[in-house]
């Protein structure tokens, strides 16, 4: 499919990708700093080896993350300086696959060896890169043989998405679960018959403010509450979707005006996506226990497939709107990619729940849990198959006609 020629690179927003990603680099690296000096100080302050090995963690994923900024910073720094826009690596998915079998490999050579012989540093790396290889084989294949637009661009994509769209996600669900704490505890209060467990509580807490450890099993009579069952079920099926779906192409929003063909969009989804992804299960992975990795890494891995996906279709929607005006196009994506991600979620609070036992209340039938040990890896091969077949349609899809370029509106 024959595409348009790309627009020079806008120097306002090269100049705001080369800022946000020196910011970006200075946040990590200022936050590997004060890990390490947080390790350093439990030296001598006895810290439990759990909280150490997750600060290790939490640690080599911002030295990872800082990585990411350099290529951003580097294409910016040429484009300002008047060089041409490099195109991307060819052979991207051929790398990206024998990378995947590489970290298959690793998988199964340290599954054999006993979990005391690896290094926590070295463990750390491994489930990095067991999380990093899959999704950016998701990305090469979702986006084979189709335009992704100049390295500068891709990388701006992906330094905006980790350093601007994923902090206001965060923000939007961390106020609506405020704000949702706000309501039910005024809800709390005038359930009388919680009164003498509020008291309760209240005596305990006066005593030994070490007791904030326990609330949770003081409130487990609450998970029996039908109603606070559908609101929270809401919030993590509904409300989580819908905030992600909207807010992950917001780096899409800045090619508005350089006449994106919808297999552009799609693409640039994508990044967008990927970056989302990347970040989101790498914190997820360093906050878990060694034994619990390798099934957080599986859950993940999917995961990264759904947002990848999920945004590309909603740039495609935004670009080819932006294109014939046809606006209903992007409200029907967003509702299917909501429904998407909200099924997601809810088979993998199932999941949880079947994972958790009898450590919860069963406020599910065990065989619907347990369902969804078989319906995830069924979504994902759906996901995987309607990427590829989506991909293969673009590829035979004639561009529509493009806009006139703005060359101060977006990146190359």
Not at 7 to 14: C, E, G, I, N, Q
Not at 38 to 56: F, G, K, P, R, V
Not at 355 to 374: H, K, R, T, Y
Not at 389 to 409: D, K, M, W
Request: hydrophobic content about 55%; charged content about 10%; aromatic content about 10%.
């Amino acid at each position: 499919m024959e595409q348009p020629v790309a627009a020079p690179p806008s120097r306002t927003l090269t100049i705001a990708q080369l800022v946000v990603s020196i910011l970006g680099l200075l946040f990590s690296l200022g936050g590997v700093l004060g890990l390490l000096v947080m390790m350093a100080s439990s030296l001598q302050n006895t810290l439990a080896a759990e909280e150490s090995s997750q600060l290790m963690n939490i640690m080599w994923v911002l030295m990872a993350v800082s990585l990411f900024t350099i290529p951003s910073i580097f294409t910016a720094i040429r484009a300002l300086a008047g060089f041409a826009p490099r195109q991307p690596m060819r052979h991207r998915f051929l790398i990206a696959m024998l990378g995947l079998l590489i970290a298959f490999g690793v998988i199964f050579s340290t599954n054999l060896l006993s979990t005391n012989s690896t290094p926590n540093w070295l463990s750390s790396v491994i489930n990095m890169l067991t999380i990093l290889v899959p999704i950016w084989w998701f990305l090469e294949l979702g986006r084979l043989k189709l335009s992704s637009g100049s390295a500068q661009r891709q990388w701006g994509l992906f330094s905006f998405s980790t350093y601007i769209t994923l902090p206001v996600i965060m923000v939007v669900e961390i106020i609506i679960i405020g704000v949702g704490l706000l309501f039910g505890a005024l809800w709390l209060i005038q359930q009388p018959e919680f009164a003498p467990t509020l008291s309760q509580i209240g005596d305990q807490f006066m005593l030994d403010p070490s007791a904030w450890e326990d609330l949770s099993f003081d409130f487990l009579p609450l998970l029996s509450r039908p109603g606070l069952i559908a609101v929270a079920g809401a919030f993590i099926v509904l409300i989580i979707p819908m905030i992600e779906e909207l807010l992950k192409p917001l780096g899409v929003w800045l090619l508005r005006k350089r006449s994106l063909t919808p297999v552009d969009g799609f693409t640039a989804g994508m990044i967008c996506g990927a970056a989302f992804a990347v970040l989101e299960s790498l914190f997820s992975i360093s906050a878990v226990m060694p034994g619990e990795r390798l099934f957080v890494i599986v859950g993940r891995i999917g995961t990264g497939l759904l947002h990848i996906f999920t945004a590309g279709l909603n740039g495609w929607a935004l670009a080819y709107t932006w294109q014939d005006g046809k606006y209903l196009r992007v409200g029907i994506t967003y509702i299917v990619s909501v429904g998407i991600h909200g099924a997601w979620n809810l088979f993998a609070l199932l999941l949880g729940m079947h994972m958790a036992g009898n450590e919860l209340p069963q406020i599910v039938d065990p065989g619907l849990s347990g369902l969804a040990v078989w319906i995830l890896p069924i979504l994902t091969m759906v996901l995987l198959i309607s990427m590829i077949g989506f991909n293969f349609h673009l590829r035979h899809q004639p561009a529509p006609p493009a806009l006139p370029q703005t060359s101060e509106n977006g990146l190359g």
